[in-house]
């Protein structure tokens, strides 16, 4: 069987959970990808950050798309920055960029994970193994086939997605080491729902947004679910 990994962003780690219910942590995207490769190559990766990056007016089809599809989770869906924004020297000028390209601002949130959606953008143009975007929330939402209604940060979302999870058989162990010490509870379910979508992808039925993907710098821009 292909070994699938999910990633997702854990405050200044990458947390990734493999097909095989290990679970790693690093500072780097290269770096967390290294060490599942350890334990078997892995041939395709799920990520929760944008992968084909908008230059021209407007946002892009998949974010548009998977807000409509994830219903009251919408806001979680943040709408990907113009790549001269991602490249801007400052807050202030990616804002002004933004602005000037979609008619509307850019949040604090979205330009702090810009170093993250540069490295992922640099990886996904030289790795030699398929990695393909994914959002958690549109993740569960497929998984469920309903729209969650509890946020993640709550005890009644955790507790959710959790049952999910282990449903779809992800049920992760109590102790995950080193990555459970640094990562957020929140952040190991959505990089298990990655690597769920990543297996997905693999076996040729994930659900695409939009479909077919939009042409984006080279890059097919969509979300898989």
């Given at each position: 069987m ?14 990734a ?6 679970v790693?942590?690093d ?6 990808l290294?060490q ?7 041939e395709?990766?799920g ?5 084909g990056l ?10 548009v ?11 979680s869906?943040f ?9 801007a020297d400052?807050?202030?000028a990616?804002l ?10 850019l949040?604090r949130?979205a ?9 992922v953008?640099?990886?996904v143009?030289?790795?030699g ?9 549109l993740s569960?939402a497929?998984?469920?086939g ?9 005890w009644?979302?955790?507790?959710d ?6 449903g779809?058989?992800f ?12 990562s ?15 297996r ?26």
């Amino acid at each position: 069987m292909v070994r699938v990994l999910g990633v997702d962003v854990a405050k200044k780690y990458w947390v990734a959970v493999a097909s095989d219910l290990h679970v790693y942590a690093d500072l780097t995207f290269t770096g967390v990808l290294a060490q599942a490769d350890v334990d078997g190559r892995v041939e395709v990766v799920g990520v929760d950050m944008p992968i084909g990056l908008p230059a021209g007016i407007g946002y892009r089809r998949a974010d548009v798309q998977a807000r409509q599809a994830v219903g009251p989770r919408w806001p979680s869906v943040f709408m990907t920055p113009p790549s001269a924004a991602l490249t801007a020297d400052t807050y202030a000028a990616a804002l002004e960029t933004t602005r000037r390209v979609t008619g509307r601002g850019l949040s604090r949130q979205a330009w702090a994970l810009r170093p993250r959606i540069l490295e992922v953008d640099d990886v996904v143009r030289s790795a030699g193994r398929r990695i393909v975007e994914v959002h958690p929330e549109l993740s569960f939402a497929t998984l469920a086939g309903r729209h969650l209604s509890a946020p993640k940060s709550t005890w009644a979302g955790l507790e959710d997605r959790r049952a999910l999870l282990a449903g779809a058989g992800f049920a992760l162990p109590a102790d995950l080491g080193r990555p459970g010490q640094v990562s957020g509870p929140d952040d190991v379910l959505d990089a298990a729902v990655a690597c769920w979508t990543a297996r997905r992808v693999a076996d040729g039925i994930a659900r695409v947004y939009p479909d077919p993907p939009e042409r984006l710098d080279g890059i097919d821009a969509c979300i898989r679910a």
